[in-house]
C-alpha cells in the first residue's frame, strides 16, 4: 500500500506509528513500512519531519544503505515495544517489565537529545540532533508515547476487535468501538447482518 493511501485512525501519533501494518491479526498482517524511504514518507505524513529533511534523510538513505536499513529494524522494533505496553493498556493488563525495560533504554537513548523552546502561548519540545539524523523520526513518537503514558488519559486507549489496530477514544461518551467505522465498524456489522440471515427461522 502507498504511505499517502494508509488510514490514521490511531488519534495519537504513537498509536498510528504502532498501526503502520494493515493489521495485528496474524494472518492478513501486512507491513506498511517496508524500506527506509517508506518509514521517511510515513514521517513526512504525519508532519514529523519537515520537507527538507526529508531530502537529506532521504539522500542518506540511498548513499549508506546498510545503516538505513539497521535503523529501520531498530525503529520497527521499537514500534513492536510500544504495540506491546498500549496492547496491554487497551486490554487493561499489566505491561511486562521487560517491554518497560525496552522502553526505557530508548528514553534513556534519546532524552538526553530533547530541550524546551518557548513558543506563542508556552513551551515545545525540540531535538538536538543532527539535520540528518534518522532519530529525528523516532524522537516525537517516543515523546508522544511518553507524554501518553505519564497522563490520565490511559483509559482512552483502545485496541479495535476487528483489526487489532490500537486508538486513541476522543468521543465524549467514551463508546467508540472500532478503528474506524468505514474499515472495521461496517465490516463487522455486514458480518453482523449475515449471520443474522443464517439464523433458522422459528
Ligand atoms: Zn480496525
Known amino acids: 500500500m502507498a ?100 522502553y526505557n533504554v530508548q528514553l534513556k537513548n534519546y532524552f538526553p537529545a530533547i530541550e524546551l523552546k518557548q513558543v506563542s502561548g508556552g513551551f515545545s519540545e525540540s531535538w538536538l540532533l543532527e539535520e540528518d539524523s534518522y532519530k529525528r523520526i523516532i524522537a516525537p513518537i517516543l515523546n508522544d508515547s511518553y507524554e501518553l503514558l505519564l497522563s490520565d488519559k490511559l483509559l482512552k486507549v483502545k485496541e479495535c476487535p476487528s483489526c487489532g489496530w490500537l486508538f486513541y477514544d476522543s468521543t465524549k461518551n467514551g463508546k467508540r468501538r472500532w478503528c474506524s467505522m468505514k474499515n472495521c465498524g461496517s465490516n463487522v456489522k455486514a458480518l453482523d447482518w449475515y449471520h443474522r440471515q443464517k439464523l433458522p427461522v422459528l
Open 3 to 102: 504511505i499517502s493511501e494508509i488510514s490514521l485512525d490511531g488519534g495519537r501519533l504513537c498509536l498510528d506509528f504502532i498501526n503502520s501494518v494493515s493489521s495485528r491479526m496474524k494472518d492478513v498482517r501486512m507491513e506498511y513500512l517496508m524500506t527506509m524511504p517508506d518509514l521517511i514518507a510515513w514521517a513526512r505524513r504525519l508532519e514529523i519531519i519537515d520537507a527538507r529533511t526529508e531530502c537529506i534523510l532521504s539522500e542518506k538513505s540511498v548513499k549508506h544503505s546498510k545503516e538505513a536499513i539497521t535503523f529501520l529494524k531498530q525503529a520497527l522494533e521499537f514500534r513492536e515495544i510500544l504495540y506491546k505496553i498500549f496492547q496491554a493498556i487497551a486490554k487493561k493488563k499489566k505491561v511486562h517489565p521487560e517491554y518497560l525495560r525496552s
